[in-house]
């Protein structure tokens, strides 16, 4: 499965870089494929360590904030691996033959 994942801590004031750190750094020692935008940290795996990351995730902001809201979008396809390259691979190549 791949999870797109924004955790925003609140109540914190307008600076929230230092709590997303805490859930990207846990995302990132999981040892998952993740990659971080802007706006959503992606995660690649099976459902039961993928929601394990996510819970820890929101652990560590909630450790530093009061409160936080969780956005997440899950593509779920049994048996499929390497699909968070294979997927931007695909469109790069459909751009490249237009």
Wanted: proline share 5%.
């Amino acid at each position: 499965m791949i999870v797109a994942l924004s955790i925003t801590p609140l109540g914190v004031g307008d600076d929230v870089g230092r709590p997303v750190a805490e859930a990207v750094r846990v995302i990132r020692a999981s040892g998952l494929p993740n990659q971080t935008t802007a706006l959503f940290t992606t995660i690649e795996g099976e459902w039961d360590e993928v929601m394990a990351v996510v819970k820890a995730a929101t652990d560590a902001v909630m450790a530093v904030a009061p409160r936080c809201s969780i956005v997440l979008k899950a593509d779920i396809r049994p048996g499929v691996t390497n699909a968070m390259t294979a997927k931007v691979e695909s469109v790069e190549r459909h751009l490249a033959q237009m």
